[in-house]
């Protein structure tokens, strides 16, 4: 390498890398394409990821809702504490709560369960709420019982402006619809939600716990104040006050960054599939190329150059390529923003902008350079094999991948970096680097397949039938295809096969459990008083209804054997929501039948006075708590010890009713309660939610289908993204086939006029080219739906634990479609071909 | 006259298969500098291997080789291409332009590889001096056999080198090209004091050259 820092041979060397690249650019426009489509994919992910994160960090205080947030939680909170922040800062209080809202029309009226957001008139303390007709929001504040809704409720309820609508046992007037708000971190990202002013809290029953009663009060600093000071000054306030929850504006939007994190990661690594395929196709190119110039190379080496500024030569054409290309997918990944920007601006108010970031760009050239260097080193090593003695002998060889021991270990270590940048810091980097093992033991196995199929087909001796001998040939010579084909062919075809068997699992399983396991309604706030009307008048509906009641509390995880409960779980831990804030629990006589005991007994009926806990075996195990440990729980104010009796397995997914504890009933019964209930109706007969909500106006009814329908609709659009990623992959296995269709081009041309010459018909080379397909193809579908059937088989039942089931259907009308589009290429690229000119051949022009 | 060239007892064996070829056997041979030579001999005596390996392009079996008093045989492959740049120009049969390069960039490419100053002003003066003034922007597609030859002449004779190693240099050439091909190669080797060897069928041609050489069998006969 001495030789190469020179500076005036540098310059020679960057001299002749732009001739070279200038005039040569047309003959590697498949590693252009292929890099081209890989990075501006991984560029638009890493763009889109920013500019999400960005919107969120600079808009983090309106997504709070203020500078800090003092959440109470279900109770009205300490309001001399409150009203003490008043004096130095300004506040905005509001009530969210979950409720019924009903149409008051003649006939056919309909209800929605909704979130409602109570507020005052110094909302939002940030941003604005996107509302129509100008001046609804006003009138909230000024008009008694009127309220804004979302669009959503709007269309589904058929409402028009000013008509009535029922919330509970009120009249409320629709003045307008609320588009967004700035503060979408807590509830209302995806669900239906409506504004009213703060007098409304005075007017409604909603002190159960299926209100999902939530106090808050968002706190905006004073200009020219110092926010650290006021931040401590709040702190020092409520540092004696257990009830309180403070948030802050890089707490806001959290769960959306998570989604974000896991979305990114998964879209970067079917890229970097993406690019490891092309890398494939650029390896094989660059050969091709390399071959082309051979004769030049060999001229270069008779005059004196040293091999290595050749190398250096080739190097540096695809080092300027890359930066080219890196800046050209870069920028024009901003493209990819506006129409992110316009799906997210309807759901979450977002407005996201492109964000030009150095790091991204360094990180999409460096991955570029990786991938590049990693399958370049054998093909520029190989003009270590042009002798310039050749040109005395008019003879060259074609040149083959070069490796030597040096280039393995630096493509393994350089890959080795490739993996890490994609493994370490991602959401879940034990995915990852699942994920690329997966990924090179199919690379592995595809490229043994090619070798068994070339060892098989060379086997056999006896053919007569000549388009099949030719087609054979084709698949067994030296320099075939046959492993690139179906290395990138069958990459793609896996990852798209696999996707394609876990989405339609994914939402098989989903709309199986609507009715086979999951009751048609949830009850919620049904107050101990209420349940024998509420019973009543359900059963009257429906004589063989299937109905489930049950009590609940609400509690709260305090301690854990006497210490703070923070102490046994990270925050990240899944099962960390168990003491996040208040949880509802329950308690019966004998074990839920979907929740078998798996350690310990049911209740100790000799200790009646004393708290007994059944706990999720999960959460248990999550916790690292064992049979006898104490929680001490806080329930309606009074701190009560209970122990743990055992472990129940439960399954949340099932969407009856679970809970993570439950008590002993000799105890818990003596515990001011109420009550939820499911209910599954019989064929033919439906819930009278109007009836119902006319006796029992603050009752909360959930309809199952219609969440799971968001949630399906929610997944559909997610899998059109993965599905649209995928099938760009299979495009780049495409390319590559192309390319390695073409850089057989030569080879295939004369061989074609040879058969020309001896005789053969157009008829006859089409019909070998499609026996040629048709056995690669047989041999990689059946590999790729092994692969695809492990792999979603392991994806659905150890990531998602849903039950798996093969889906045939969607497998061959992928395989069909893909063999079609993949057939129609090879068999456009191979038709320039089919009719060799014989003179400019034989003359070997 | 000092030597320019030595080589001594030098042999060059192949093995394909079983079979061992022995191209080369025994060479001596001494050549002064400024001095002229031709090789002649059938096809298959070895004459190209012999300039192969003066040329530095093929290690030979055993025996030495030295370039200016300086052992080419023990060097390695970028040290004898160090010395192919500077001092060895090498003309083939079948011409080997770099195809998508012009006349001149081919001319220049040895130039700027030697450092001087204005290489395509120096190319550009050394193809008007060989007629091709019209041709400078030309791919070697678009120039005839004889054009292509004398550009690659061009080629190499451009630094000026010590030894010009010719490869049957006029025999993919009519008669016309040939005699203009081989006036320009002898008058520029006397012009600028440079060896020449150089391996042709071609008895005209060989005569030119004040020694000649006969291989037969791969010995000098």
């Given at each position: 390498?001495?030789?190469?820092?020179?500076?005036?041979?540098?310059?020679?060397?960057?001299?002749?890398?732009?001739?070279?690249?200038?005039?040569?650019?047309?003959?590697?426009?498949?590693?252009?394409?292929?890099?081209?489509?890989?990075?501006?994919?991984?560029?638009?992910?890493?763009?889109?990821?920013?500019?999400?994160?960005?919107?969120?960090?600079?808009n983090?205080?309106?997504?709070?809702?203020?500078?800090?947030?003092?959440?109470?939680?279900?109770?009205?909170?300490?309001?001399?504490?409150?009203?003490?922040?008043?004096?130095?800062?300004?506040?905005?209080?509001?009530?969210e709560?979950?409720?019924m809202?009903?149409?008051?029309?003649?006939?056919?009226?309909?209800?929605?369960?909704?979130?409602?957001?109570?507020?005052?008139?110094?909302?939002?303390?940030?941003g604005?709420?996107?509302?129509?007709?100008?001046?609804?929001?006003?009138?909230?504040?000024?008009?008694?019982?009127?309220?804004?809704?979302?669009?959503?409720?709007?269309?589904?309820?058929?409402?028009?402006?000013?008509?009535k609508i029922?919330?509970?046992?009120?009249?409320?007037?629709?003045?307008?619809?609320?588009?967004?708000?700035?503060d979408?971190?807590?509830?209302?990202?995806?669900?239906?939600?409506?504004?009213?002013?703060?007098?409304?809290?005075?007017?409604?029953?909603?002190?159960?716990l299926?209100?999902?009663?939530?106090y808050?009060?968002?706190?905006?600093?004073?200009?020219?104040?110092?926010?650290?000071?006021?931040?401590?000054?709040?702190e020092?306030?409520?540092?004696?006050d257990?009830?309180?929850?403070?948030?802050?504006?890089?707490?806001?939007?959290?769960?959306?960054?998570?989604?974000?994190?896991?979305?990114?990661?998964?879209?970067?690594?079917?890229?970097?599939?993406?690019?490891?395929?092309?890398?494939?196709?650029?390896?094989?190119?660059?050969?091709?190329?390399?071959?082309?110039?051979?004769?030049?190379?060999?001229?270069?080496?008779?005059?004196?150059?040293?091999?290595?500024?050749?190398?250096?030569?080739?190097?540096?054409?695809?080092?300027?390529?890359?930066f080219?290309?890196?800046?050209?997918?870069?920028?024009?990944?901003?493209?990819?923003?506006?129409?992110?920007?316009?799906?997210?601006?309807?759901?979450?108010?977002l407005?996201?902008?492109p964000?030009?970031?150095?790091?991204?760009?360094?990180?999409?050239?460096?991955?570029?350079?990786?991938?590049?260097?990693?399958?370049?080193?054998?093909?520029?090593?190989?003009?270590?094999?042009?002798?310039?003695?050749?040109?005395?002998r008019?003879?060259?060889?074609?040149?083959?991948?070069?490796?030597?021991k040096?280039?393995?270990v630096?493509?393994?270590?350089?890959?080795?970096?490739l993996?890490?940048?994609?493994?370490?810091?991602?959401?879940?980097?034990?995915?990852?680097?699942?994920?690329?093992?997966?990924?090179?033991?199919?690379?592995?196995?595809?490229?043994?397949l090619?070798?068994?199929?070339?060892?098989?087909?060379?086997?056999?001796?006896?053919i007569?039938?000549?388009?099949?001998?030719?087609?054979i040939?084709?698949?067994?010579?030296?320099?075939?295809?046959?492993?690139?084909?179906?290395?990138?062919?069958?990459?793609?075809?896996?990852?798209?096969?696999?996707?394609?068997?876990?989405?339609?699992?994914?939402?098989?399983?989903?709309?199986?459990?609507?009715?086979?396991?999951?009751?048609?309604?949830?009850?919620?706030?049904?107050?101990?008083?209420?349940?024998?009307?509420?019973?009543?008048?359900?059963?009257?509906?429906?004589?063989?209804?299937?109905?489930?009641?049950?009590?609940?509390?609400?509690?709260?995880?305090?301690?854990?054997?006497?210490?703070?409960?923070?102490?046994?779980?990270?925050?990240n831990?899944?099962?960390y929501?168990?003491?996040?804030?208040?949880?509802?629990?329950?308690?019966?006589?004998?074990?839920?039948?979907?929740?078998?005991?798996?350690?310990?007994?049911?209740?100790?009926?000799?200790?009646?006075?004393?708290?007994?806990?059944?706990?999720?075996?999960?959460?248990?195990?999550?916790?690292?708590?064992?049979?006898?440990?104490?929680?001490?729980?806080?329930?309606?104010?009074?701190?009560?010890?209970?122990?743990?009796?055992?472990?129940?397995?439960?399954?949340?997914?099932?969407?009856?009713?679970?809970?993570?504890?439950?008590?002993n009933?000799?105890?818990?019964?003596?515990i001011?309660?109420?009550?939820?209930?499911?209910?599954?109706?019989?064929?033919?007969?439906?819930?009278?939610?109007?009836?119902?909500?006319?006796?029992?106006?603050?009752?909360?009814?959930?309809?199952?289908?219609?969440?799971?329908?968001?949630?399906?609709?929610?997944?559909?659009?997610?899998?059109?993204?993965?599905?649209?990623?995928?099938?760009?992959?299979?495009?780049?296995?495409?390319?590559?086939?192309?390319?390695?269709?073409?850089?057989?081009?030569?080879?295939k041309?004369?061989?074609?006029?040879?058969?020309?010459?001896?005789?053969f018909?157009?008829?006859?080379?089409?019909?070998?080219?499609?026996?040629?397909?048709?056995?690669?193809?047989?041999?990689?579908?059946?590999?790729?739906?092994?692969?695809?059937?492990?792999?979603?088989?392991?994806?659905?039942?150890?990531?998602?634990?849903?039950?798996?089931q093969?889906?045939?259907?969607?497998?061959?009308?992928?395989?069909?479609?893909?063999?079609?589009?993949?057939?129609?290429?090879?068999?456009?690229?191979?038709?320039?071909?089919?009719?060799?000119?014989?003179?400019?051949?034989?003359?070997?022009? | 006259?000092?030597?320019l060239?030595?080589?001594?007892?030098?042999?060059?064996?192949?093995?394909?298969?079983?079979?061992?070829?022995?191209v080369?056997?025994?060479?001596?041979?001494?050549?002064?500098?400024?001095?002229?030579?031709?090789?002649?001999?059938?096809s298959?005596?070895?004459?190209?291997?012999?300039i192969?390996?003066?040329?530095?392009?093929?290690?030979a079996?055993?025996?030495?080789?030295?370039?200016?008093?300086?052992e080419?045989?023990?060097?390695?492959?970028?040290?004898?291409?160090?010395?192919?740049?500077?001092?060895?120009?090498?003309?083939?049969?079948?011409?080997?332009?770099?195809?998508?390069?012009?006349?001149?960039?081919?001319?220049?490419?040895?130039?700027?590889?030697?450092?001087?100053?204005?290489?395509?002003?120096?190319?550009?003066?050394?193809?008007d001096?060989?007629?091709?003034?019209?041709?400078?922007?030309?791919?070697?597609?678009?120039?005839?056999?004889?054009?292509?030859?004398?550009?690659a002449?061009?080629?190499?004779i451009?630094?000026?080198?010590?030894?010009?190693?010719?490869?049957?240099?006029?025999g993919?050439?009519?008669?016309?090209?040939?005699?203009?091909i081989?006036?320009?190669?002898?008058?520029?080797?006397?012009?600028?004091?440079?060896?020449?060897?150089?391996?042709?069928?071609?008895?005209?041609?060989?005569?030119?050259?004040?020694?000649?050489?006969?291989?037969?069998?791969?010995?000098?006969?």
């Amino acid at each position: 390498m001495e030789k190469l820092i020179k500076s005036n041979e540098l310059s020679l060397i960057l001299k002749y890398a732009l001739i070279d690249l200038s005039r040569n650019y047309k003959k590697i426009s498949s590693i252009i394409i292929t890099l081209f489509i890989s990075l501006f994919i991984l560029s638009s992910i890493l763009t889109i990821e920013d500019s999400l994160k960005k919107e969120l960090n600079d808009n983090a205080r309106a997504l709070l809702g203020g500078d800090l947030e003092i959440d109470y939680n279900r109770v009205q909170g300490n309001l001399d504490l409150v009203n003490e922040v008043k004096t130095f800062a300004t506040i905005s209080q509001m009530v969210e709560f979950s409720t019924m809202l009903s149409t008051t029309k003649e006939a056919n009226n309909q209800s929605l369960f909704s979130r409602i957001k109570t507020v005052d008139e110094n909302y939002p303390l940030f941003g604005s709420v996107v509302h129509e007709p100008v001046g609804a929001l006003d009138r909230i504040h000024k008009e008694q019982n009127t309220i804004l809704v979302n669009e959503n409720i709007f269309k589904t309820l058929k409402l028009e402006i000013n008509e009535k609508i029922k919330v509970q046992d009120q009249l409320f007037t629709v003045v307008g619809i609320v588009k967004t708000v700035p503060d979408v971190s807590g509830f209302v990202a995806f669900g239906d939600f409506a504004l009213a002013g703060k007098q409304t809290l005075e007017l409604l029953k909603l002190n159960n716990l299926g209100s999902f009663l939530n106090y808050e009060y968002k706190v905006r600093y004073n200009d020219g104040d110092n926010p650290n000071a006021i931040k401590q000054r709040i702190e020092t306030l409520f540092q004696d006050d257990e009830k309180v929850i403070l948030r802050y504006p890089e707490n806001s939007a959290s769960g959306l960054k998570r989604v974000i994190n896991n979305f990114s990661q998964f879209l970067s690594l079917v890229s970097i599939s993406a690019m490891l395929i092309a890398g494939i196709g650029i390896a094989n190119t660059l050969l091709s190329f390399i071959n082309q110039n051979n004769m030049s190379i060999a001229v270069r080496k008779a005059v004196g150059f040293f091999s290595l500024n050749i190398k250096a030569i080739y190097y540096l054409q695809l080092f300027i390529l890359l930066f080219l290309i890196t800046s050209a997918a870069y920028g024009l990944s901003f493209l990819i923003i506006p129409i992110v920007d316009g799906y997210l601006s309807q759901g979450l108010g977002l407005n996201i902008k492109p964000i030009i970031s150095i790091v991204n760009f360094i990180k999409v050239f460096l991955v570029g350079l990786l991938v590049l260097i990693i399958f370049t080193i054998p093909t520029v090593s190989a003009i270590d094999q042009v002798k310039a003695s050749n040109l005395f002998r008019n003879v060259f060889q074609n040149l083959q991948f070069y490796y030597s021991k040096k280039s393995v270990v630096l493509s393994l270590f350089l890959l080795s970096i490739l993996i890490l940048l994609f493994t370490i810091g991602s959401a879940r980097p034990i995915y990852s680097l699942g994920y690329f093992i997966a990924f090179f033991a199919c690379l592995i196995v595809f490229f043994l397949l090619s070798k068994l199929i070339i060892y098989f087909f060379r086997s056999l001796k006896k053919i007569s039938n000549i388009p099949l001998k030719v087609s054979i040939k084709n698949i067994t010579q030296t320099k075939s295809i046959t492993p690139i084909t179906i290395m990138s062919l069958g990459l793609g075809v896996t990852l798209l096969l696999t996707l394609a068997l876990v989405g339609t699992n994914f939402k098989r399983e989903i709309a199986k459990s609507i009715p086979e396991i999951a009751p048609d309604y949830f009850f919620l706030g049904i107050q101990k008083d209420d349940k024998k009307i509420f019973e009543e008048n359900i059963l009257s509906m429906d004589d063989n209804l299937n109905l489930e009641t049950v009590p609940i509390i609400s509690s709260a995880i305090t301690k854990i054997n006497g210490v703070d409960p923070t102490t046994y779980i990270n925050s990240n831990n899944d099962s960390y929501w168990v003491i996040r804030s208040e949880r509802r629990s329950s308690w019966m006589d004998v074990a839920p039948k979907d929740n078998p005991i798996i350690k310990g007994e049911w209740w100790d009926l000799t200790k009646p006075d004393e708290l007994q806990i059944s706990l999720d075996a999960k959460v248990a195990e999550d916790f690292n708590v064992q049979l006898g440990d104490i929680f001490t729980l806080n329930i309606y104010g009074r701190e009560i010890e209970g122990k743990i009796v055992n472990f129940r397995a439960v399954n949340y997914r099932d969407l009856s009713i679970n809970f993570a504890m439950l008590f002993n009933p000799q105890f818990a019964n003596n515990i001011p309660h109420e009550y939820l209930a499911t209910a599954k109706f019989s064929a033919g007969k439906s819930l009278d939610e109007t009836k119902m909500l006319d006796v029992l106006p603050s009752l909360s009814i959930i309809k199952i289908a219609d969440y799971l329908s968001k949630v399906t609709a929610v997944l559909d659009k997610v899998f059109i993204a993965v599905t649209f990623i995928s099938a760009i992959t299979i495009l780049i296995g495409l390319i590559v086939i192309s390319s390695a269709i073409m850089v057989q081009g030569k080879v295939k041309e004369f061989q074609n006029l040879v058969f020309k010459i001896l005789g053969f018909s157009k008829k006859e080379i089409i019909y070998s080219s499609l026996i040629e397909f048709i056995i690669i193809f047989a041999s990689v579908i059946l590999i790729a739906i092994l692969f695809a059937t492990i792999g979603s088989q392991f994806i659905i039942e150890n990531i998602f634990e849903l039950n798996w089931q093969f889906d045939l259907k969607i497998l061959v009308y992928l395989g069909l479609g893909i063999g079609s589009v993949t057939l129609l290429l090879i068999m456009l690229t191979n038709l320039k071909y089919l009719n060799p000119k014989v003179y400019p051949l034989i003359r070997n022009q | 006259m000092s030597t320019l060239l030595r080589l001594k007892n030098v042999n060059l064996k192949y093995q394909t298969g079983k079979d061992l070829i022995k191209v080369l056997q025994g060479i001596d041979l001494t050549t002064k500098r400024k001095e002229t030579i031709s090789i002649v001999g059938e096809s298959g005596s070895g004459k190209t291997s012999l300039i192969m390996l003066i040329a530095g392009l093929e290690k030979a079996t055993s025996g030495k080789i030295f370039f200016k008093d300086q052992e080419i045989s023990k060097l390695n492959e970028d040290e004898v291409a160090e010395i192919r740049r500077k001092d060895i120009g090498i003309i083939f049969q079948s011409f080997y332009l770099i195809p998508n390069y012009t006349a001149v960039e081919n001319v220049a490419l040895t130039l700027e590889l030697n450092k001087f100053k204005n290489p395509e002003q120096k190319a550009k003066n050394l193809l008007d001096r060989f007629g091709l003034k019209h041709r400078f922007n030309n791919l070697p597609s678009q120039l005839s056999g004889g054009e292509q030859q004398r550009v690659a002449i061009a080629r190499a004779i451009a630094m000026k080198p010590e030894l010009i190693l010719a490869d049957e240099p006029t025999g993919n050439l009519d008669s016309e090209n040939s005699t203009m091909i081989a006036d320009i190669l002898f008058n520029f080797a006397k012009e600028e004091g440079s060896s020449l060897i150089i391996v042709t069928h071609d008895s005209k041609l060989a005569n030119k050259a004040k020694r000649k050489i006969k291989i037969k069998d791969g010995k000098i006969d």
